[in-house]
């Protein structure tokens, strides 16, 4: 079994003469925490719309678990275990906290419409859901309606339902953005449990998040791989420095990390 759970190789998106992803060649350890950073407009979140095709590449190649998935559609590559969260908060908030992770696990039915199946099928998902609730600290929220959460329960949620999809690797995008430093640090702990036996990757803007949490990281700019190495080795090279606080704060002597 290769160490490497997901590689691109020379990945590269274009729209329209505009080079979003340029050249990107990633590895991802198996069982790692792997950040991706960068400034705003580095590529990022472009580059997580290529890794679970919602976008197709212009050239490359994309690799997972061994398997190339460059041509496979979005649910073929969710079935194969490979999962990802949002930016934007993404929950249905008419429906309890409960039924929002039923929603999930009802995948495992392999049809869609169960809304409008008998209550006794759908209660049969309930126990799961309220062990995946626990694993995210919603237990006492299980009945209130997911759009009456706070921000950071609401993100909770959303880790939960990716849970409910049994993934092998979990791509989080931003998953802290927008929160309060309470919020934060009840995300990143999360984060760290929910990580043990899988493989995650995630976008993430606050450096403090990717320096408790990352094994290893990749540093994009202008949509390609600027730096990659240990939160230590990134901080300090000087082209990553560059990349975030500009050239001008460089050549006056920026501190020793980002």
Known sequence: MTDSILETIGLTKEFRGFVAVSDVSL?????SIHGLI???????TTCFNLLTKFLAPTRGQIKYDGRDIT???PAEVARLGLVRSFQISAVFPHLTVLENVRVALQRQRGGSFDFWRSDSLLRAFDDRAMELLEDVGLTSYARANAGELPYGRKRALEIATTLALDPTMMLLDEPTAGMTHEDVDRIVALVKRVSVGRTVLLVEHNLKVV?????????LARGSVLAEGDYAAVSRNPDVIAAYLGTEATAEGAPAHV
């Open 211 to 219: 320096s408790g949490l990352c094994d290893t990281i990749t540093v």
């Open 71 to 73: 041509g496979m559609k």
């Open 38 to 44: 960068g400034p705003n407009g580095a590529g990022k």
């Open 27 to 31: 590895k991802v350890r198996r069982g």
